[in-house]
């Protein structure tokens, strides 16, 4: 991480250790069962701010991200966004993780970490490269992030690679 400036440092470090501990909170292997196909709540959201830790001249910071995902009640998810990536280009993101609850403040304010994995399409052209194993127009994504939660209002601060933070908002359904 030595080409990060010192803030995208401590902003990845942070994520990266909240993810990895909070989502070593599970069950022993011997009493892991698949996850409920009940849906608790929907959750749509956009991004607000994004930022790149080496920034370039042609770098997009409006990613226009609109963002759907279904939430059971283990915390298990399934989503699907569509963005403009760090060149402008439309892309879209699916996948499937996990949000773990770490600090609840009665019933309405709570703090999570999640991690999202899956498939990335739309990095094309010249920048096909800028996403590794991008090979076939698809590319594996793996994004964590840190967020607050108050009633129905959500946000969070996403770790994309180590190229950058976007933060996110959006409202539970």
């Known amino acids: 991480m030595k080409f990060l400036p010192p803030v995208g440092k401590a902003i990845t470090t942070l994520l990266l250790v909240l993810v990895s501990t909070i989502t070593q909170a599970r069950p022993p292997i011997g009493n892991w069962h698949p996850p409920e196909p009940v849906l608790e709540s929907v959750v749509l959201q956009t991004s607000l701010y994004t930022t790149h830790y080496n920034p370039k001249p042609e770098h997009n910071n409006d990613q226009q991200l609109v963002g759907l995902e279904l939430h059971n009640p283990e ?3 399934l989503g ?11 892309t879209v993101f699916a996948y499937g993780g996990q949000e773990r609850t770490f600090w609840r403040s009665g019933t309405q304010l709570s703090a999570h970490a999640k991690l999202a994995v899956g498939i990335i399409h739309g990095y094309r052209g010249e ?8 090979n076939l127009g698809v590319a594996p994504g793996v994004l964590p992030s840190i967020g607050l939660r108050w009633d129905q209002l959500h946000a969070e601060a996403v770790l994309f690679g180590l190229a950058g933070t976007m933060v996110t908002a959006g409202i539970r359904f």
């Open 75 to 77: 915390g298990w998810l």
């Open 80 to 90: 699907g966004a569509r963005f403009l990536n760090s060149f402008g280009q439309e």
């Open 127 to 134: 920048f096909a490269d800028k996403v590794p194993m991008n």
